[in-house]
């Protein structure tokens, strides 16, 4: 039988991190051998894995096959430089990193030999509407992204947001899209989602809204308009488990990849 895959969470104290090390330890191809955390908290499991507070101590300790990461922009440059480093291969679930380190990381994958996924949602549901999106983008030049996350989300706008205008800029005329994607494909999103411009900003006189309250947990649409129609693609993520099965998908499949791929979109199509 196959050794499972080793695998450390790196802010396995947050939501996402927990659920991922619910639903890995689930998965008898996976093994969480360690987490990540700023301060070690009695509330988590730590009779089941060792918890560190410090990177390179957890890749010295647990030496794991995967880095899983869900911090923040504060860290997670650094800790996915480090895995690197050390032969890892990330699966980067936090955002916050610009499109110079995502270059960076291929760069560094590519002289290991080794390789990484940087996915900004792992919902399959997520991706399939970006997918559609950039689709509808060829036939409706006129379009607007409402995304609306959580109250604790600090990031504006999402990943997910980003990604999507990516793909509209890339398939069709929309200018949003071609806006966002001028002023940087991965954008470093460090300030409080509270003060963000994306919150009712204005491109090039075209929308793009950003929304953060209570009771949410993930959702996007993008409205399409035409002459005397309008068209609306729209996700929702109504739990943390919608974004376990694209979780398991990026661990398995990493190990298939030479480089640092941007979208979990890479391994399903």
Not at 90 to 102: L, R, S
Not at 176 to 198: C, F, I, K, W
Not at 230 to 249: A, P
Request: hydrophobic share 45%; aromatic share 6%.
């Amino acid at each position: 039988m196959q050794a499972p895959i080793r695998i450390l969470i790196a802010g396995v104290g947050g939501k996402m991190g927990r659920a991922a090390a619910a639903s890995l330890a689930q998965d008898e191809r996976f093994e969480v051998v360690g987490g990540l955390v700023r301060h070690a908290s009695p509330s988590l499991p730590v009779d089941t894995f060792p918890l560190f507070t410090d990177p390179d101590d957890a890749l010295r300790g647990v030496r794991p096959d995967i880095w899983l990461d869900f911090t923040d922009a504060r860290s997670v440059v650094e800790h996915v430089d480090l895995a690197i480093e050390r032969g890892v291969r990330p699966v980067v679930g936090a955002t916050g990193y610009t499109v110079e380190d995502v270059e960076r990381w291929n760069n560094a994958c590519l002289s290991q030999g080794t390789g990484g996924i940087a996915a900004p949602n792992f919902a399959v549901g997520a991706l399939l509407m970006i997918r559609f999106a950039a689709e509808a983008a060829r036939f409706f030049p006129n379009a607007e992204i409402i995304e609306l996350h959580h109250d604790g989300k600090r990031d504006a706008p999402s990943g997910t947001a980003v990604r999507t205008a990516i793909a509209m800029a890339n398939q069709g005329p929309g200018q949003v899209a071609a806006d966002l994607a001028r002023a940087g494909q991965v954008p470093r999103t460090e300030t409080d989602a509270l003060n963000s411009p994306a919150r009712g900003a204005v491109h090039e006189g075209i929308h793009v809204h950003s929304v953060r309250l209570p009771g949410l947990v993930a959702h996007q649409e993008v409205i399409f308009g035409g002459v005397g129609e309008t068209l609306t693609i729209r996700h929702d993520s109504l739990s943390r488990e919608s974004f376990m099965e694209g979780v398991r998908i990026a661990c398995a499949r990493v190990f298939e990849l030479t480089g640092m791929v941007y979208g979990l979109e890479h391994v399903l199509w």
